[in-house]
T-cell receptor, first 119, second 116 residues
């Protein structure tokens, strides 16, 4: 079974600074997807960024980027120019690449990292 | 295009009562997932359904919990004889079929169940 580990229960960053959230995972599969979700106080789950395991290039979405190290099974999230609105719980998630042509694969989440942004 | 809708947003039940949580997927989505988030924890998969079929229920507790996704109407997560340990946020997600390799799951706002 796949597992996802987020070793930082809490992180803080100064506004406009950069912060990196860590995520490691364990799998025997070679085809899979990785995601970072943000959960603000409203509890709505918002997709931040995603990465396909077979892609070497790290995904980037505006101020958010990842450092995907497949051999090390590491998938960290970097937030640049942090803003007050970035304050939230961040979850790393894994999805198997099996049954790619259907939606047939659950997400496995880590325990989350609570990010505080200080003004 | 309306997002995934869940109702009620908040549900209070006394021990022994039944809880019914509803999820209407995004238009055009025929796949529904239910996840549970206990306090201070991440989301845990419960069940995956397609219309009229349960595909994967390996995350569902063996007793008191059931789920359905009928041909017409929303998906229902039903918890019978609730206990305090069932207090949690229950999230529904939906996804389309064959639209992209990611098959992204779109989440609803969740239902927060409190058992007194």
């Amino acid at each position: 079974a796949q597992t996802v580990t987020q070793s930082q229960p809490e992180m803080s960053v100064q506004e406009a600074e950069t912060v990196t959230l860590s995520c490691t995972y364990d799998t025997s599969e070679s085809d899979y997807y990785l995601f970072w979700y943000k959960q603000p106080p409203s509890r709505q789950m918002i997709l931040v960024i995603r990465q396909e395991a077979y892609k070497q290039q790290n995904a980037t979405e505006n101020r958010f980027s990842v450092n995907f190290q497949k051999a090390a099974k590491s998938f960290s999230l970097k937030i640049s120019d942090s803003q007050l609105g970035d304050a939230a719980m961040y979850f790393c998630a894994y999805r198997s690449g099996r049954d790619r042509e259907t939606s047939g694969s659950r997400l496995t989440f880590g325990e989350g990292t609570q990010l505080t942004v200080n003004p | 295009n309306a997002g995934v809708m869940q109702n009620p947003r908040h549900l209070v039940r006394r021990r022994g009562q039944e809880a019914r949580l509803r999820c209407s997927p995004m238009k055009g989505h025929s796949h529904v997932y239910w996840y549970r988030q206990l306090p201070e924890e991440g989301l845990k998969f419960m069940v995956y359904l397609q219309k009229e079929n349960i595909i994967d229920e390996s995350g569902m507790p063996k007793e008191r919990f059931s789920a359905e996704f009928p041909k017409e109407g929303p998906s229902i997560l039903r918890i019978q004889q609730v206990v305090r340990g069932d207090s949690a946020a229950y999230f529904c997600a939906s996804s389309p079929v064959r639209t992209s390799s990611y098959n992204e799951q779109f989440f609803g706002p969740g239902t927060r169940l409190t058992v007194l």
